[in-house]
């Protein structure tokens, strides 16, 4: 059944080899994927630090009644005789281990916030790292605020410049800069997390920075985890007009022209692999599309299997509320209700880490 909705709705095949390939050959088909989605989607971030250094500000050691260290640090980055600084907030067990840990992108700085329930990740070993995405660059037209002024400084930008979503992109991976000077942290086992249009930044880091070894994206939809072939809800043309800023301007040629793409957001999932990717959705989500998200999953598997992994374990269906698919490097979940990132959410991504990475 899900072969045949595949083909109706257009879908390409990620890799022309039909046979089990190296990782080496892999490698190589997956560094043009990230050519293709950074010069038609996300864009390039156009310069690259000299300089990284980092600050703790504040220290609060005793928080969540005493079993977490939450750290408020200063990451600063330098260019040429340019600086942008933002704030993270990292909360830690204070055991005597090194946690697999969450980069979390987030649309706020409090800890705990509704979107994360701090407590609860860290009761369950492991810690997180968040930063709120308007500490980076605002979410509008404005290339002046942020990182964008520093990239960009008033200069214009070309048709494959990066939009916001590469540059709080940028910022995750800078965490994991952070993440690397800290003995308390386990650096095989770091999982970047977002939800919505940090949802699609998320993925787009695990795609983009390989020290992460599984991206989760929640209810990320149009230009996130859905397919744009045959998509309901929203379309590459709304999210263009109402949000433009968010990709490089060449995204714009495939307004009501999906057809033209020359990949769909099957290949942004695969090009994680073979590090793991999972998908969530709400079934009242139609904005995002439930079945677009889970199609892309089934699609994005065949990279996986080529690579003589398991890709993703599902029946010949469409998804429910209530299937959790997590015995593949594709793991996924769909619950009740609407477009949020909610404490049942977690715990599925909390289940599926522990049983993929003997957590
Ligand atoms: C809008 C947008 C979506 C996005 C969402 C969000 O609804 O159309 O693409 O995912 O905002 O980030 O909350």
Not at 58 to 65: G, H, I, L, P, Y
């Amino acid at each position: 059944m899900l072969e045949n909705l595949l083909s109706e709705r257009g879908l390409m095949k990620i890799w022309d080899s039909s046979e089990i390939c190296s990782s080496d050959e892999w490698e190589k088909r997956r560094s043009e994927i990230l050519k293709l989605l950074c010069n038609e989607e996300y864009g390039f971030l156009p310069c690259t630090p000299d300089n990284l250094s980092f600050e703790v500000l504040e220290q609060d050691n005793k928080f969540c009644a005493g079993k977490v260290t939450l750290n408020k640090v200063s990451i600063t980055a330098q260019f040429g005789n340019k600086r942008f600084s933002f704030p993270c907030w990292t909360s830690i067990p204070n055991g005597n281990k090194k946690y697999p840990f969450f980069v979390f992108i987030n649309f706020r700085g409090d800890i705990p916030d509704k979107y994360f329930p701090t407590e609860e990740i860290c009761d369950n070993g492991f810690a997180i790292l968040s930063f709120c995405y308007e500490d980076v660059t605002s979410d509008d037209n404005n290339f002046s605020d942020g990182i964008a002024g520093v990239i960009y400084g008033g200069k214009d930008r070309k048709d494959n410049d990066c939009g916001k979503i590469s540059m709080w992109s940028w910022a995750a991976s800078r965490v994991m800069d952070y993440a690397k000077t800290l003995s308390n942290l386990d650096l095989t086992k770091a999982f970047v997390v977002g939800h919505s249009r940090l949802g699609k930044t998320a993925l787009l880091t695990g795609a983009l920075d390989a020290r992460f070894a599984c991206a989760i994206s929640n209810d990320s939809g149009c230009s996130g985890a859905a397919i744009t072939r045959g998509k309901r809800g929203e379309k590459i043309k709304d999210i263009y007009n109402s949000f433009p800023y968010w990709f490089c301007a060449n995204y714009k040629k495939y307004m009501d022209n999906e057809h033209n793409l020359p990949f769909d957001q099957h290949f942004l999932l695969a090009a994680i692999a073979p590090r793991k990717v999972y998908v969530a959705s709400a079934k009242e989500d139609l904005w995002a599309d439930p079945d677009s998200e889970y199609l892309s999953c089934v699609a994005a598997s065949e990279v996986y299997e080529k690579l003589g992994f398991t890709g993703f374990v599902h029946p010949d269906r469409l998804p429910n509320v209530g299937d959790v698919f997590h015995e593949g490097n594709i793991g996924y979940h769909m619950r009740d209700g609407l477009h949020y990132l909610s404490r049942e959410d977690w715990l599925h991504f909390i289940a599926y880490l522990k049983k993929q990475f003997k957590i």
